[in-house]
């Protein structure tokens, strides 16, 4: 199976952020592929190159006069785990301004608030972040899609052996997640509140958000409620979905929707280890809206993603913004042969939409009027660029 993921489009992305940032910044959650991903592009380049990790101890003491280590450098030096020393972000700043620039640095990070928010703020102007999450479908290739939606894009759970596996490892991957990762980042939330926190919201993936609610079932504070959200969402657990309001006569609903970011996580903490759980499970329609969802993010990168809903019931499950400012809309349907409904009829007229789109699990490609379309979620990820608007 690691012979059939290939990452070539991360690898691009990175050797152009390279070839114009002084300094770039892999973030995303731990397990995810970055360090193998910055391995093979150190082994692929001319040059000098250095491969620093401050989880090896070997490394980590290394560092500990960093100006005097790093200045003499030369060439590409990765820096791995680099929230690990927060005091880089200054000398890194220094050594990015010298003219000529004799070293680029390349810095992975498993992402956390305290890693966004000091390297923002330290190297501002010299920095470019290149997001990173587990396998996309497009990696892994259409055929695996069944597979990527039960086990998720993390690595080791995907490429397991057995389902049964790969179910193990992501239960492994929640508990080391809650209870040392966190704690690394400088986080001291009780473990159990906060799996019992991400529990919940597993349970309510894909509908909006009510901090009150979820506070009151968990038996905390509105705020305790939104800075555990805040945590998860900055750590790449999690997508929070902002709803797309503008000056219409509808109430329109402001508050997000929040989904589990890695479908194979999802299932994991809805105990449901197999396809046929998954099937059974009251969760399934929105479990496949969610995996659909990240799929397309991935595939087109927007800028910006939004969901659309009025107090009347008329809603729009994903608003993409188009390159020019066209309007690309998304509902998701786990069916055989989705039809139409008034909704989307309303979200095409109200959100002034070129196309809309409905995603199913199917094969067939049909038409529900000049504007709305049904197609198979392999087709969309098909596309070479943004979906077609005929």
């Known amino acids: 199976m690691k012979s059939l993921v290939d990452r070539k489009n991360l690898r691009e992305r990175l050797d152009k952020a390279l070839g114009r940032s002084r300094i770039v910044a892999l973030l995303g959650p731990r397990q995810c592929g970055k360090s193998t991903l910055a391995r093979q592009l150190v082994s692929a380049r001319d040059g000098e190159t250095m491969y620093l990790d401050l989880e090896n101890s070997a490394d980590y003491r290394a560092l500990s006069n960093p100006m005097s280590f790093l200045e003499p450098l030369r060439g590409l030096v990765v820096i791995d785990e680099v929230q690990v020393m927060p005091e880089l972000y200054e000398v890194l700043r220094v050594l990015a301004d010298r003219s000529p620039l004799p070293a680029q640095f390349l810095i992975l ?37 069944t597979r990527l939606w039960l086990r998720g894009g993390f690595p080791l759970s995907f490429m397991a052996d057995t389902d049964e596996d790969s179910y193990a490892w992501r239960e492994n991957f929640i508990r080391t997640f809650l209870e040392r990762d966190l704690r690394r980042f400088g986080i001291d939330f009780p473990p159990a509140q906060l799996y019992q926190f991400w529990s919940m919201l ?15 079932s968990l038996g905390v ?24 309001h503008e000056n219409l006569k509808k109430r329109q609903v402001k508050a997000p929707k ?28 929105f479990s496949w809206e969610g995996f659909a969802i990240d799929c397309i993010l991935q595939k087109f990168m927007p800028r910006h993603a939004y969901y659309w809903a009025t107090h009347g019931g008329a ?76």
């Open 258 to 285: 929040v989904y589990i970011r890695d479908s194979g996580l999802l299932h994991a903490l809805l105990e449901t280890e197999s396809l046929s759980d998954i099937q059974r499970h009251p969760q399934l329609g």
């Open 202 to 216: 597993a349970h309510t993936h894909g509908k909006v958000w009510n901090a009150s609610s979820i506070g009151m």
């Open 221 to 244: 504070s509105n705020m305790t409620a939104k800075r555990y959200l805040h945590v998860l969402h900055s750590a790449y657990m999690v997508h929070v979905i902002e709803p797309w």
């Open 315 to 390: 809603e729009l499950d994903l608003l993409l913004i188009r390159p020019g400012g066209g309007r690309i809309g998304f509902e998701f349907k786990y069916g055989d042969a989705p039809g139409s409904t008034k909704s989307m009829h309303v979200a095409l007229e109200d959100l002034r939409l070129q196309h809309l789109y409905v995603v199913y699990p199917g094969e067939r490609h049909y038409s529900l009027s000049a504007n709305i379309s049904v197609v198979p979620l392999r087709d969309v990820i098909g596309q070479v660029g943004w979906p077609a608007t005929q």
């Open 109 to 145: 990070g498993s992402a956390s608030p305290d890693l966004i928010r000091k390297s923002s703020e330290t190297l501002a102007g010299r920095v470019e972040f290149v997001d990173i999450s587990g396998f996309s479908l497009e990696e892994v290739g259409l055929d695996f899609l």
